[in-house]
């Protein structure tokens, strides 16, 4: 004898189905309100930072304005032109991260479009490419950078331009997330099949549970010592898609207060 009757059985059926349509739609809700949040976060994050910059490049230039008039009546004009140079320093220094942050959106739409792709893949000498890249900040921070390696010459098929992307985001990470004056160390392994490349500094560490979110899109590790660092929170998730588009891996070793390492593989 059946426990139920047809009808009640289709009734019943009929209730759990529904029921999982009602789940599956606040599922649905739940995720569209999350990703709106982290829209509306990050266009006021945008704005903001867009903002910051923008507002130097025009105080400095109205004060070399001021300047360049006050040096043209005296006779003694070389403290003026100092004073113009370190203006123009500073508003170089804007317009970069200017160009930088808008560089980033743009990759972010190519990689939310699926258009984002390796065009220019040859062989490059990544020991040469960090080297570059170790000389380009040392000139622009008080921070010693260093390259380790025991090899001259290691050579990896990429796409030069966004490799150098990678690195040069995750040292200024390493940079950003540091008290003045720390080290940061780069250092590149041949192993085996593959070249790992560690970006390794004696910053402020992040939590297991900030570092499961570090390569998320907008994602930014919250901390008292981090909540003035500047940035969008997409230069971690363009290096994912770069590194994973060139078949390589990209991970993060860190603990609180003891610093970061990042590491990246690519194939040889």
Known sequence: IPILDIEKQDTIRYMLVSALD???QNQVRQEMERLNRLKD?????ASHELR???TSIKGNAEMLQRNLKRSSKEEDQST???QAQHILDSITHQVKRLTGMINEMLDITR???EQFELKNRKNVNIVELARRVVEQHNVTT???ITLETQQEEIQVNCDEAHI????????????????????????IERT???????????????????????FERFYRAHSEENDTVEGLGLGLYIAHEIITQHGGRICVESKPGKGSTFYFSLPL
Do not use: C, W
């Open 111 to 113: 990689i939310h479009n």
């Open 52 to 54: 910051t910059p923008l």
């Open 22 to 24: 009602v789940t599956e």
């Open 192 to 214: 085996g099949d593959e070249v790992i490349v560690a970006v390794r500094d004696e910053g402020h560490g992040m939590s297991e549970e900030q570092q499961a979110h570090v």
């Open 164 to 187: 150098e992307q990678v690195l040069s985001n995750l040292i200024s990470n390493a940079i950003k997330y540091s008290p003045a004056e720390k080290p940061v160390v780069i250092g």
């Open 142 to 144: 008080d921070h010693p």
């Open 80 to 82: 003026g032109i100092g």
């Open 41 to 45: 976060e990050f266009l006021s994050l």
